[in-house]
Nanobody, 123 residues
């Protein structure tokens, strides 16, 4: 079993930055590709970013390219999402996810989900 716990969400003014963290349980973190998704109230969950097991490959949704960066530290069993130039439309609950390979995570094929962390961006 894998448990994922997100942290780092909160309030931020438009144009600001936040870094989300996702801590994973167990000793097999490095065998999972990881990703981030988000969901706003009344909207469907959408893909944000994904990263391969080693961190060598990354995937981003078009709206996040150039602003968001996904990274991982396998020694710490942690994946990060650095969010810069935040926009009001980035407001959502952000979820950490784990899957087999990064391209499948990016496509929404997920084995484990975190509980989510709220990000609110004000104008």
């Amino acid at each position: 079993q894998v448990q994922l716990v997100e942290s780092g969400g909160g309030l931020m003014q438009a144009g600001g930055s936040l870094r989300l963290s996702c801590a994973a349980s167990g000793r097999l973190f490095s065998t999972y590709a990881m990703g981030w998704f988000r969901q706003a109230p009344g909207k469907e969950r959408e893909f944000v970013a994904a990263i391969s097991t080693s961190g060598s490959s990354t995937y981003y949704a078009d709206s996040m390219k150039g602003r968001f960066t996904i990274s991982r530290d396998n020694a710490k069993n942690t994946v990060y999402l650095q969010m810069n130039s935040l926009k009001v439309e980035d407001t959502a609950v952000y979820y950490c996810a784990a899957g087999r390979v990064a391209r499948l995570v990016a496509a929404g094929t997920i084995d484990y989900w975190g509980q989510g962390t709220q990000v609110t961006v004000s104008s």
